[in-house]
């Protein structure tokens, strides 16, 4: 309940709950269901609110909305058993309010579970379904939202490090070879750039805008050993390094997001229709300044996590139109598919994150 009020009063996710999480004394079994109450409850709210809806009259503090969301969420999307379900969560609610969440609890796992449209069913926002609808077919985005609200299975690196296999496959992607220079454009929190420095006696620039965020390149590179990550806090849209300095630049570009949904809870929320083209300027604008940078025979990289068209395939448009010197390089092979030059993955066809990978060459 605690860390659910952080997020409705507009905290992260991925930071909260760990912070409540290293405080608590949970063994590991319920700081995993603690986990998936509480991402789970995120990614379910707009489901649980139109349940709730149906049963509770007038206006609902914040709170009150929070402990009805959380009890809706075991009784409908884990299966609890609404004894288990009902008694817990009335005890958490406020004091004022457990007659009235005792109520509609128990109406709604009495009740039939019915949605009006598609997108309540799935728990998005209109436009995220309207758009990837457009964007990659009715059936296949559906099935990518479906996806992105099972809970994601944990994968380490052999070093480690927690990243999901499509972070990896994307790290892989670039070929660093050993004694090359290699740029990571966009690079905090430091996954791809340390697992490219990795084993790979490359030297890694990994440059970041956010120095608030350097230090977690700075703290995940010390924790997996690596010794060869040069950490740098630099603007990607201007960066300050020298034309043709580098064996291989990976343009990592700040997004939309909607393919890592099942990882991120409540950035559902927090996006919208108006930053995906915003976003995709940005990426046109990373491309531009990241292209002088690359030796001649190098390669430039450029991977989002999303789905949409505007950054994916279109940003590849962008570049063919802008930069018709560039030569595109095999995609990646396996669970991908072909999209624009690069090629893209969706969460369920691999079970992992949505993916968008383009490989250039320099002449």
Avoid at 180 to 193: F, I, N, Q, S, T
Wanted: proline share 7%; net charge neutral; charged share 25%.
């Amino acid at each position: 309940m605690d860390a659910l009020m952080r997020i409705e009063e507009g905290a992260y996710a991925n930071l909260v709950l760990p912070a409540f999480l290293d405080r608590s004394r949970l063994e590991s079994r319920d700081r995993a269901f603690a986990t998936d109450l509480v991402y789970g409850t995120t990614r379910m709210r707009r489901a649980c609110d139109w349940l709730i809806d149906r049963y509770a009259r007038g206006r609902l503090d914040s709170n009150v909305r929070v402990a009805l969301r959380l009890g809706v969420y075991q009784l409908v999307f884990l299966g609890t058993p609404p004894h288990a379900a009902v008694s817990a969560t009335v005890e958490v609610a406020p004091v004022r309010a457990r007659s009235l969440v005792n109520a509609v609890l128990r109406r709604v796992a009495d009740g039939p579970v019915e949605y009006p449209d598609e997108a309540t069913a799935l728990s998005y926002p209109d436009w995220v379904l309207e758009r990837l609808s457009d964007d990659l077919g009715a059936e296949p985005a559906r099935a990518a939202l479906a996806a992105m609200n099972r809970p994601p299975e944990v994968t380490r690196r052999p070093d480690g490090y927690v990243q999901d296999l499509a972070s990896q496959w994307v790290a892989a992607a670039v070929e660093v070879e050993p004694g090359d220079r290699v740029l990571d454009l966009c690079a905090a929190p430091g996954g791809k750039a340390t697992a490219m420095a990795h084993g790979s006696a490359a030297l890694v620039a990994a440059s970041d805008v956010s120095v608030a965020r350097l230090s977690l390149i700075t703290g995940n590179a010390r924790a997996v050993g690596t010794h060869n990550v040069a950490v740098v806090g630099a603007d990607g849209t201007a960066p300050p390094y020298r034309p043709r300095a580098f064996d291989r630049v990976l343009v990592d570009a700040p997004c939309s997001g909607l393919g890592v949904l099942r990882r991120r809870p409540d950035a559902r929320w927090r996006i919208d229709a108006d930053d995906v083209d915003r976003l995709a300027q940005l990426q046109h604008r990373l491309i531009d300044a990241a292209v002088p940078l690359v030796r001649p025979g190098g390669t430039l990289v450029y991977s989002v996590c999303t789905l949409t068209a505007a950054e994916t395939i279109g940003v590849d448009e962008g570049v063919a139109a802008r930069h018709p010197e560039l030569i595109a390089l095999p995609r990646p092979e396996g669970p991908w598919e072909p999209a624009g030059r690069g090629a893209r993955l969706l969460p369920q066809t691999a079970d992992t994150d949505g993916m968008f990978i383009l490989r250039l060459r320099t002449p």
